[in-house]
C-alpha cells in the first residue's frame, strides 16, 4: 500500500486520471490509492513538484520552448540529461525526420528509446508513451498531449471513441506515473485542453501555467 517511485502530487495527478478513466463507466470502482501512503523522505519531499500544463499557439511554439523547460528541470534537480524523459504523443516527432526537427529547434542530440534502449547520460531520452513502461526518470515531459492527441479524435468512429478514450487514460497515467519529483505537459492552443485532464485541472491536481 505504498508509493515509492512517485512524489506525492505526481501520485495525486495519477490518482485523478486513474478516477477520471473509471468515471466513464460509473461510480461503482473503487479507489485503489484511498488507502496508499507515500515512501518518499523529507529531503525527496523538496525536490517535488505539483505538475504543471504548458499551452502554447502552437506546435512550433511548444517545440521552441521544450529547450527551456529541459535546462529549467536540470537546473532545478541538478541532474542529468539522461534523468529527463520526453514522451511525445504526437507521431510526426518520433520519426526520423521528426527528432531531427526536434533537436534542431532545442539544438541538442536526444536518446531514442525505441532505438537504444538504453539511456545515454548526456542525452535527454525522447520516447513514444508505448515504449516508457517500466522505466522511471526524474522528470517527465509529455509532448503534445491535447485535444486531438489526448484522446485522439480524428479518423475515428463513434463506435471507437470510447475504446480511444479509455487508452488515452491508460497511456496518460502509465507516462505521468514513469516520473519521481517533477511532470510537465505541454499542448498546442490550437487542438486546446485535454479533456482527459479537466479532472486533473478541477480537483487541482494539475496546474495550469498561464
Known sequence: HTVFRCSPAISDFCESVAAAGTLMFGNDFSNPYGKS?????????????????HMYPNDDEMIAHLEKHISDIMRILQCKPCDIVVISFENDYLTNEGVDHVSAFCKREFCRLDLDNTKRKDKVCLASPYAINGLEFQAVILLGADEGRVPQTTGTSDISKHFIRYSAYNLLYLSASRAKYLLRILGSKLNGVSTCLDYSLQSNYLKLIE
Do not use: A, I, Y
Open 37 to 53: 501512503q507515500n515512501g518518499f523522505t523529507v529531503d525527496e519531499e523538496t525536490k517535488s513538484f505539483m505538475p504543471e500544463l
